[in-house]
């Protein structure tokens, strides 16, 4: 990055090291919306890369799981959804540091950012009581959900491991959070696809064995545990990296990363204000997605792969938006306060013009190639249910081409008002269309529990939330806000 951005090498580290490590200083303020996606591509391109990774992972998780057992990666979908449910208020939270710090940086307080970022810890280490309760109420949680008996065992296992690392993910999204608001993302890249390469391997041997890969006598195969506990090691593993990375020496001096240790109630709270909708927000995306995974998984394994399989390639596509996302929030609270409202909007429309582009690309491909990206499914020898499974999912990648744009306009423009602050209107937001989607989906499901209509209901949802945030933009009160 210190290339691009003409960024000075005085951390006090080695060249090499500082090129990893270093802000981008003193860039020239754009001035025209091409200037601006060129800004926000070098925030966001290893932002992408690194949300790729997790989405390359996540996919290979769940097809390696089809191949061991087409059963325990339905059971990994339900499984997952609920451990998201869990874990997204303290993680959408600590995802708000960068947000916070961006806004710091605007501001000339540099020197208050390693401060900021230990209140995010400390609210990530309150979560611990919450984890363990739901690691040893699994199998209540997901008898209570009517899911059927034959899954629950594999849902609840896959659960209670992931819990292991849910503050490790936690801590990793709040440490992130200072690379990305410095914007320094080159840093989150190279994490990533070091913790993704690692979770991939360890997935091969701890699902498969050392027996069912090379034929060797030693580790058994541990099939869905073997996936968890692959992605636990990948959490923890991250956390390590940036721990890491934030112990240099040469962040003190600007940055004051020791000399912030410490509970700063009052900044603690004003974090906390801002940071908790955002958190609340993904709580009420993820358990509305999570009844509706839940009702399709009422209607058995079929459904439920068949859904998963097209979830897994609107993930690939979806995924890495989430960077393009993130430098939005960082850029529009950083230009808010350091250059006005106009190079704010600037930033939010570069941000959305980069997102359509990467996501019409996938719509074309889920119309053109659906079949032929389904048929990754059909390496090998897939059981019946499998084969029935790719035949349903083709029709349900339809609805994904549907959306696929939609989204990545909601996705950006609720970054741009999270990046300002307006992070109660999107919480607000949100929990409105979230409730009153899964509302009409249950009270005028036609074929009670349909699986065509519930897709309906995805899209509807999405298109809502879409119409809601760009009136919301549009209507220019974000302008006037501020975090710090």
């Given amino acids: 990055m210190s290339e691009i951005s003409g960024g000075r090498h005085d951390l006090g580290q080695p060249a090499d090291l500082a090129q990893l490590t270093g802000a981008a200083d003193e860039l020239p303020v754009p001035t025209n919306l091409a200037q601006a996606a060129v800004e926000v591509l070098r925030v966001a391109v290893p932002l992408m890369i690194s949300a790729g990774m997790m989405s390359i992972v996540l996919f290979a998780d769940r097809t390696l799981l089809m191949f061991y057992d087409g059963a325990s990666m339905s059971a990994s979908m339900a499984g997952g959804n609920l451990f998201w449910v869990v874990v997204c208020v303290p993680i959408g939270a600590a995802a708000m540091t960068g947000a916070v710090i961006g806004q710091l940086i605007g501001n000339g307080e540099s020197e208050k950012v390693g401060r900021l970022l230990w209140q995010s810890i400390w609210l990530s280490l309150m979560t611990v009581p919450f984890f363990v309760v739901a690691f040893l109420g699994a199998d209540s949680l997901f008898r209570l959900t009517g899911q059927p008996e034959e899954l629950i065992a594999a849902e609840a296992t896959y659960m209670r491991w992931l819990m292991l690392g849910g503050l490790g993910l936690v801590i990793e999204s709040a440490l992130s959070g200072f690379f990305s608001g410095t914007e320094r993302t080159s840093v989150i890249m190279w994490v990533s696809v070091a913790s993704g390469l690692l ?101 058995g394994d079929v459904p439920l792969r068949a859904t998963t399989m097209a979830i897994n390639f609107n993930m690939v596509a979806f995924i890495p938006l989430v960077g393009i996302a993130i430098a939005a929030s960082v ?63 083709g029709g349900l990648l ?41 509302a009409a989906g249950i009270a005028f499901d036609p074929g009670r529990s349909s699986l065509t209509w519930w897709w309906w209901v995805i899209t509807i949802w999405i298109w809502a939330l879409a119409i809601t945030m760009t009136t919301r933009f549009l209507g220019g009160r974000w302008k006037s806000m501020r975090m710090v």
Avoid at 202 to 222: C, K, N
Avoid at 225 to 250: D, E, M, N, T
């Fill in 199 to 299: 979770n991939v391997v360890l997935d091969v041997v701890l699902i498969f064995g050392w027996s069912g890969i090379f034929g060797w006598a030693g580790l058994p195969a541990m099939g869905i545990a073997g996936a968890a506990i692959g992605s636990v090691i990948a959490f923890w593993f991250k956390v390590v990296c940036y721990s890491w990375l934030l112990s240099r020496p040469g962040l003190e001096s600007r940055y004051r990363m020791r000399g912030g240790f410490g509970l700063d109630m009052p900044m603690l709270r004003n974090f906390l204000y801002y940071s908790l909708p955002s958190g609340l927000m993904y709580l009420t995306e993820a358990g509305a997605f999570t009844i509706i995974i839940l009702r399709i998984g009422q209607l």
């Fill in 398 to 438: 339809g609805f994904v081409a549907s959306y696929v744009l939609v989204d990545a306009v909601q996705l950006i423009f609720s970054a741009a008002l999270k990046g300002a602050g307006d992070t109660w209107f999107v919480l607000a937001a949100g929990a409105a269309t979230s409730t009153l989607s899964i």
């Fill in 331 to 393: 850029l529009v609270g950083r230009h808010l306060l350091q250059n006005g409202p106009a190079f704010a909007v600037r930033t939010s429309l570069a941000s959305l013009l980069i997102a359509l582009v990467y996501s019409g690309v996938w719509a074309i491909a889920y119309l053109v190639a659906g079949d032929w990206m389904l048929s990754l499914y059909g390496l090998g020898t897939p059981d019946e249910d499998s084969r029935q499974a790719i035949l349903l999912a």
